[in-house]
């Protein structure tokens, strides 16, 4: 939810923007409503604004929300057997999207998602894009955030989506958009039985087909449909915006769309075991040309950490946070820092191509929530966050930098939550160079536009442990994306 100035409508600067930093397919924001000057009750103790009074006028999304929170309950008392999804996708299906920015140009969807609520109209909305709680959770299952107790490869045998892309929303974003892909959606009609047709206004230099154009469905019929979209001369590298639209009986069920076009896709990671052995990597092409696959590494298992680092990465202990409320707090370069924090000092030599540091759970002592955070701290005075901390809900947890300048850098690590009073545990740091020459991949010299390429990679006589290498895609002139691989290998017997 986003806040708009109801005279003049007029989005406010205040409101804040897409694309949705955590997960950039899922569009952000949804939608907007007033939240300027708004004039209503207020709690007599001291918060933002002055104790004792009854009545304030407050701004921003703290005033936007309650207004939609109140829409979305009159929505459930006319229609109490809808679910919360079915009610986000009346609000947002049914918004006014022609909401005017400060600098006088139209709004798009990070601005305003679907824009401005239009009650009245969300209560018949015609169509709704529904979701169940198994979706929700195989969502969470692809982001790698699973619920406790949820079977994710059930969820995903049953058929149901991992890809925030896929998710059922009224709503496509695809930050990674290469050549071409197809998503799909249902609708559900909560209305009286009628015929709706697709119409788009596709994003500049993107084709969008909608299959089947046309939905036949009676009162309370889901119907699926898949949306293909195709990178034909869209910029690379720059977000672009359309609408799909169905239309039928008295209802219009406005979707908007927010594209990235890429020029190469690579899987992020490949995982393997054992000293010598092969695995295949998966990349798509949205370009036509030279093409080409750098290897930095592998890394045989702690070389590039300095001897005076490495000691201190085995066994080491922290202190259980105790108040996870108060969560994790930085403490400057001489500071003395806090007892449930852990902190390393490692040097990155010139010519790194890879940095990652890592916690493992099979490297703790037990069932510990460990969090990572990593500072570059040129002369360890002024310090910089070099990366988004890893605070998953355990004590699997990686930073990985490409290209780190070289220099010294803290490593943090956050007893968040330990079972007793601290943990102990390993710390993995990489510092990736040059090609090692024990590993090798095969690449064409030319893609072409829409290529599906699997990229055979090779690995021999690698030691006991962790080795990671770098696979760096690039085309004539500049990286195009990178592939971590990560080989394990056991002790010997």
Same mark, same amino acid.
């Given at each position: 939810?986003?806040?708009?100035?109801?005279?003049?409508?007029?989005?406010?600067?205040?409101?804040?923007?897409?694309?949705?930093?955590?997960?950039?397919?899922?569009?952000?924001?949804?939608?907007?409503?007033?939240?300027?000057?708004?004039?209503?009750?207020?709690?007599?103790?001291?918060?933002?604004?002055?104790?004792?009074?009854?009545?304030?006028?407050?701004?921003?999304?703290?005033?936007?929300?309650?207004?939609?929170?109140?829409?979305?309950?009159?929505?459930?008392?006319?229609?109490?057997?809808?679910?919360?999804?079915?009610?986000?996708?009346?609000?947002?299906?049914?918004?006014?999207?022609?909401?005017?920015?400060?600098?006088?140009?139209?709004?798009?969807?990070?601005?305003?998602?679907?824009?401005?609520?239009?009650?009245?109209? *969300?209560?018949?909305?015609?169509?709704?894009?529904?979701?169940?709680?198994?979706?929700?959770?195989?969502?969470?299952?692809?982001?790698?955030?699973?619920?406790?107790?949820?079977?994710?490869?059930?969820?995903?045998?049953?058929?149901?989506?991992?890809?925030?892309?896929?998710?059922?929303?009224?709503?496509?974003?695809?930050?990674?958009?290469?050549?071409?892909?197809?998503?799909?959606?249902?609708?559900?009609?909560?209305?009286?039985?009628?015929?709706?047709?697709?119409?788009?206004?596709?994003?500049?230099?993107?084709?969008?087909?909608?299959?089947?154009?046309?939905?036949?469905?009676?009162?309370?019929?889901?119907?699926?449909?898949?949306?293909?979209?195709?990178?034909?001369?869209?910029?690379?590298?720059?977000?672009?915006?359309?609408?799909?639209?169905?239309?039928?009986?008295?209802?219009?069920?406005?979707?908007?769309?927010?594209?990235?076009?890429?020029?190469?896709?690579?899987? *992020?990671?490949?995982?393997?075991?054992?000293?010598?052995?092969?695995?295949?990597?998966?990349?798509?092409?949205?370009?036509?040309?030279?093409?080409?696959?750098?290897?930095?590494?592998?890394?045989?298992?702690?070389?590039?950490?300095?001897?005076?680092?490495?000691?201190?990465?085995?066994?080491?202990?922290?202190?259980?946070?105790?108040?996870?409320?108060?969560?994790?707090?930085?403490?400057?370069?001489?500071?003395?820092?806090?007892?449930?924090?852990?902190?390393?000092?490692?040097?990155?030599?010139?010519?790194?191509?890879?940095?990652?540091?890592?916690?493992?759970?099979?490297?703790?002592?037990?069932?510990?929530?460990?969090?990572?955070?990593?500072?570059?701290?040129?002369?360890?005075?002024?310090?910089?966050?070099?990366?988004?901390?890893?605070?998953?809900?355990?004590?699997?947890?990686?930073?990985?930098?490409?290209?780190?300048?070289?220099?010294?850098?803290?490593?943090?690590?956050?007893?968040?939550?330990?079972?007793?009073?601290?943990?102990?545990?390993?710390?993995?740091?990489?510092?990736?160079?040059?090609?090692?020459?024990?590993?090798?991949?095969? *690449?064409?010299?030319?893609?072409? *536009?829409?290529?599906?390429?699997?990229?055979?990679?090779?690995?021999?006589?690698?030691?006991?442990?962790?080795?990671?290498?770098?696979?760096?895609?690039?085309?004539?002139?500049?990286?195009?994306?990178?592939?971590?691989?990560?080989?394990?290998?056991?002790?010997?017997?």
């Amino acid at each position: 939810v986003r806040t708009v100035r109801d005279t003049g409508n007029r989005l406010e600067q205040l409101s804040a923007r897409g694309p949705n930093f955590w997960v950039p397919d899922v569009l952000k924001p949804d939608v907007v409503a007033p939240g300027v000057n708004i004039l209503g009750a207020h709690t007599p103790d001291s918060a933002n604004n002055q104790r004792g009074e009854r009545f304030q006028y407050l701004s921003g999304t703290s005033m936007a929300v309650p207004h939609v929170a109140g829409v979305a309950a009159l929505l459930k008392q006319a229609h109490p057997d809808w679910s919360p999804a079915a009610l986000h996708s009346a609000l947002v299906t049914t918004a006014r999207p022609d909401v005017i920015r400060t600098d006088g140009n139209l709004a798009n969807p990070f601005d305003v998602g679907g824009g401005y609520i239009r009650p009245n109209l *969300a209560v018949k909305p015609g169509l709704v894009y529904d979701r169940s709680v198994d979706e929700y959770d195989a969502f969470l299952c692809g982001a790698g955030e699973p619920r406790a107790g949820i079977d994710c490869d059930a969820l995903a045998a049953a058929g149901l989506p991992l890809e925030a892309a896929d998710l059922n929303l009224p709503s496509i974003a695809l930050a990674d958009l290469v050549a071409e892909r197809t998503v799909t959606r249902r609708v559900t009609n909560v209305g009286a039985a009628a015929s709706f047709a697709a119409s788009v206004e596709a994003p500049p230099g993107v084709t969008v087909t909608v299959e089947p154009p046309l939905l036949n469905l009676g009162p309370g019929e889901t119907g699926s449909f898949d949306v293909r979209i195709t990178a034909t001369d869209a910029p690379l590298d720059a977000w672009q915006f359309g609408t799909l639209t169905w239309t039928g009986g008295d209802a219009t069920v406005r979707a908007p769309l927010a594209v990235q076009a890429r020029p190469f896709a690579a899987e *992020a990671e490949l995982a393997g075991d054992g000293a010598d052995g092969s695995g295949t990597v998966a990349a798509r092409a949205g370009y036509t040309g030279p093409y080409q696959v750098v290897l930095s590494g592998f890394d045989l298992a702690g070389q590039g950490q300095a001897p005076a680092v490495q000691a201190q990465l085995r066994g080491a202990f922290v202190r259980d946070d105790g108040d996870p409320e108060t969560g994790y707090a930085f403490a400057t370069p001489g500071s003395s820092v806090a007892a449930d924090v852990r902190r390393f000092a490692i040097t990155v030599p010139a010519g790194t191509r890879l940095l990652r540091v890592a916690l493992f759970d099979a490297d703790t002592d037990g069932d510990h929530d460990l969090d990572l955070y990593l500072y570059s701290c040129p002369a360890f005075v002024t310090c910089v966050e070099e990366a988004e901390p890893s605070v998953g809900p355990d004590s699997d947890e990686a930073i990985t930098l490409v290209d780190p300048p070289a220099g010294e850098y803290f490593v943090d690590v956050h007893g968040f939550a330990t079972a007793g009073s601290g943990a102990t545990f390993d710390l993995s740091v990489w510092t990736l160079g040059a090609d090692r020459g024990n590993g090798s991949v095969v *690449a064409p010299a030319n893609v072409l *536009a829409g290529d599906t390429l699997a990229l055979p990679v090779t690995w021999t006589g690698l030691p006991a442990g962790r080795s990671l290498a770098l696979l760096t895609h690039r085309d004539a002139s500049r990286d195009l994306a990178y592939t971590v691989i990560g080989i394990e290998v056991p002790p010997a017997p």
